[in-house]
């Protein structure tokens, strides 16, 4: 035989060697749930090893993580009932649980790369990711308000601010009401191809946000769609998107491979908290062999297309590879 693929295969240095893909921190974002108070970490029953933190608690996980190539974190807030209503009106609060721990993070972390979320959910009484007018998700007038939330997350500090809303528009929106209150070099990272999935619901129990009433398939994309993810993306680009996500990752490779071959900025994927909680629970349960099934998924990822990777494991994973 002239062809013999297995001679590229036969020590860990060769592999290495020829190796298409690679993971490495730098790859990596940590999706993070804030809460208020001071010395909480309150666990999440249904993603282990994960907890609700108060801003003192991440500081302190932060400092930890950086010199293990931790590059960057997402904040996503848990909202005390008694502070949500119909017009989400704590999300445009200046002293709010998210700008106070933006200002945190980037007074004692400069470099760190700070993204936030914009969306109405958790703060919402009705649970949705935009205004509820007689049953209907209002479509402009949410827009109007996400534009307001990304700007008040831009004057704490994000770097990013990232609407995970899935409103048309809203990119467009958002790009120049940042751009004429002058912040100009505040990126958008836009949720792009944001599917009505199944495996939202641990998140969804983190922030306590899921919908009090319907649910939320007429803005969250069909799973069955492939092309509108396209649209969509070309739409957010069109509009001043920096950076593309598409959510969630495992079960939509075929998306990011799709948004990556047809686009030409950074293409995010999120590892959602279901497919977190799957891995946990066969780890649990001795089926799994954890470290290997996480570095073969997030490969997996990395392969498809996507340049960065928010996930859960992002603690673990940098650890892993330290060592």
Same mark, same amino acid.
């Given at each position: 035989? =002239? %062809? $013999? #693929? $297995?001679r590229n295969r036969k020590t860990e240095f060769l592999r290495s060697l020829v190796r298409e893909t690679s993971l490495t921190a730098n790859d990596l974002v940590w999706p993070v749930f804030v809460r208020e108070g001071e010395g909480v970490r309150q666990p999440?029953?249904?993603l282990p090893d994960c907890y609700r933190l108060s801003t003192d608690e991440l500081l302190h996980d932060v400092e930890k993580l950086l010199p293990l190539g931790l590059k960057a974190v997402a904040l996503f807030p848990q909202i005390p009932d008694k502070q949500k209503d119909s017009l989400a009106k704590e999300s445009l609060n200046e002293s709010g649980l998210i700008p106070n721990t933006v200002r945190a993070l =980037? $007074? %004692?972390?400069? !470099?760190?790369?700070?993204?936030?979320?914009?969306?109405?959910?958790?703060?919402?009484? *009705?649970?949705?990711?935009g205004l509820v007018h007689e049953g209907q998700v209002l479509n402009d007038e949410t827009?109007?308000?996400?534009?307001?939330?990304?700007?008040?997350?831009? /004057?704490?500090?994000?770097?990013?601010? &990232?609407?995970?809303?899935?409103?048309d528009g809203r990119v467009g929106a958002i790009r120049l009401f940042l751009d004429e209150a002058g912040f100009q070099n505040v990126g958008i990272l836009a949720y792009s191809a944001k599917y009505a999935s199944?495996?939202?619901?641990?998140?969804?129990? &983190?922030?306590?946000?899921? #919908? @009090?009433?319907?649910? =939320? @398939?007429?803005y969250q994309m069909d799973p069955m769609n492939? /092309? !509108?993810?396209? $649209? !969509?993306?070309r739409l957010?680009? !069109? *509009?001043?998107?920096?950076?593309?996500?598409? @959510? #969630?990752?495992? &079960?939509?490779?075929d998306i990011i491979q799709k948004v990556r071959e047809n686009s030409d900025i950074p293409v995010a994927a999120y590892n959602v908290s279901g497919e977190y909680a799957m891995i946990k629970a066969a780890v649990k349960n001795g089926w799994l062999n954890e470290r290997k099934t996480v570095l073969e998924i997030l490969g997996s990822i990395r392969r498809a297309?996507?340049?960065m990777i928010f996930s859960y494991h992002t603690p673990d994973v940098l650890k892993w590879l330290k060592d």
């Open positions: 035989m =002239k %062809q $013999r #693929p $297995r999440i029953t249904s =980037k $007074r %004692q972390f400069p !470099e760190l790369v700070v993204i936030t979320d914009v969306a109405l959910d958790p703060y919402s009484s *009705e649970g949705h990711d827009v109007a308000v996400l534009a307001q939330q990304a700007l008040v997350q831009a /004057r704490a500090g994000a770097d990013f601010v &990232a609407p995970s809303d899935m409103m199944a495996f939202y619901d641990p998140f969804r129990d &983190a922030l306590d946000s899921a #919908p @009090k009433n319907g649910d =939320k @398939k007429t492939a /092309r !509108e993810a396209l $649209r !969509e993306a957010d680009i !069109e *509009e001043g998107a920096d950076i593309l996500m598409v @959510k #969630p990752a495992l &079960a939509y490779l297309g996507a340049d």
